[in-house]
């Protein structure tokens, strides 16, 4: 088991950066692969990003390329998400997950654990 805590989000312009963090408990955090999911109102949660447990291979959505970075710290059992450029279709509560052993997934149903969740409004 993995209990998840997360930080950070909140109300941003347009253009705009914001950072998310989340914490695992627990001794075996780098043997998680970690992903950040989101979920705009009225619609499925998605995909976000990911980063592999061992090689830290990160897999992006396309419409976050190059505006999102995945990063973990294995000392702090810490997964973050900068997020720069945000526009106000990035406006969605975002949850990080955990999932041990796994390699690549974009799947919600492939994560067994998840975080409480945190909003975050782009405005325009």
């Known amino acids: 088991q993995v209990q998840l805590v997360q930080s950070g989000g909140g109300l941003v312009q347009s253009g705009g950066s914001i950072r998310l963090s989340c914490v695992a408990s627990?001794?075996?955090?780098?043997?998680?692969?970690m992903g950040w999911f989101r979920q705009a109102p009225g619609k499925e949660r998605e995909f976000v990003a990911a980063?592999?447990?061992?090689?830290?291979?990160?897999y992006y959505v396309e419409s976050v390329e190059g505006r999102f970075t995945i990063s973990r710290d294995n000392a702090k059992n810490t997964v973050n998400l900068q997020m720069n450029s945000l526009k106000p279709e990035d406006t969605a509560v975002y949850y990080c997950?955990?999932?041990?052993?796994?390699?690549?997934?974009?799947?919600?149903?492939?994560?067994?654990?998840w975080g409480q969740g945190t909003q975050v409004t782009v405005s325009s």
């Open positions: 997950a955990a999932a041990r052993f796994l390699s690549g997934s974009r799947s919600t149903r492939m994560y067994p654990y």
């Open positions: 980063i592999n447990w061992g090689d830290d291979t990160t």
């Open positions: 627990g001794r075996t955090f780098s043997t998680y692969t």
